[in-house]
């Protein structure tokens, strides 16, 4: 697919702004805080539903509004869709496909489908379990939107039982609240069960595509991986990191991959049975989806601590890259591609991996790339040039 156009109207430092793309690759150069990254953020924004930069909407309505607005026209082989999205601070935002009734801004989830690689990604090697949950749950919506409820029923259920074994610890606890623990448990245990057996296939999905997106971006010289490691697998601690002892968990992995979802239910059942007692002291749920982590792999090692800085960027790179191709490949889009946005990247790589990278990307439907400075583009990118100026987009609109 490709975006034809897009209109912000009070979205971060933009008041009004319209864009006009086309497919194959764009550079947006302008310089820094110019506005660039606000661009792209919106059409992520869009896609997930979710900033790649921040937690929270408040940063996304310019300085003094309490609402923006997002509008897409999006390109799918014959068909195009004109998609919008109302951010409102306190409100609920909304969504609009085809100037049609206002919708729950989830309706729209799949309309867009981006991958987006920022600088902000190193945190996919370098930060908490966090990021790489959240990467993975991400792609699990942007290929299936169902799982949007599938994510906000198991977060509900987990802040309710957190909520009661926080109540547990103050010593109030009574045999009234074990029956409700146990109802959660229940709940818990199917959102959390859907959740595992779906990130699971993605995983295995990812893997041969990450390590040959890593091998194309790099020498070669070291392979790429990764492993999901799963609470319920023993092979994690209570603080989430890898449990002591000699790793097993390929073999874990394979176990848990073969299981359908109601055995892995029950397997979430007698998990929480068997830490009830430890849940009870320490006042928060401690198995579950929300604890594991997709451990990446460099050669021998984790990546996570024993990557170089170069390495990392290329780990980061390939897992978006990996992102990509799984969704090109994904029977539900029906072979469409997703758009491709490279925020800031080629100024942080050397040229070779710049060259590789462009070579990579070049024949994308889409590619939309910022750069601050138009030297740091290889000429394999030489696509259309858009100049970002204060507040809007030069000669455009
Ligand atoms: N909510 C907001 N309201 C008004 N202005 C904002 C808001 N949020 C961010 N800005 C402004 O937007 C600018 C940053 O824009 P952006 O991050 O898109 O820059 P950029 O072109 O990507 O720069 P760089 O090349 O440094 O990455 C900053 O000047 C910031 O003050
Ligand atoms: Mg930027």
Redesign the pocket.
Known sequence: MYLEHLSLTDF??YAQVDLKLGPGATVLV??????????M?AIGYLATLSSHRVSTDG?????GTDRALIRAKLVRGEQSTVVELEINAGRANRGRINRGNPVRARDILGICQTVLFAPEDLALVKGDPSNRRRFLDELLVSLMPVHAATRSDYDRVLKQRNALLKSARTGKFTSGHEATLDVWDQHMARAGAELLHARLELVERLRPHLKRAYGQLTDGSKEAGVLYRSTIQGGLDDDGGPAEGPAESSEGVEDLRSLSVEKLTERYIQAFAASRRKELERGISLVGPHRDELELVLGQAPAKGYASHGETWSMCLSLRLASYYVMLDDTRTGGSAPILIL??VFAELDVQRRRKLAAIVAGAEQVLV?A?VDADIPEELAGRRVK?VPGGIDGEG
């Open positions: 971060r430092s302008g310089s820094n805080g110019i506005g660039k990254t606000n661009l953020e940063p996304l309505l310019r300085f925020d800031d910022t601050a970002v």
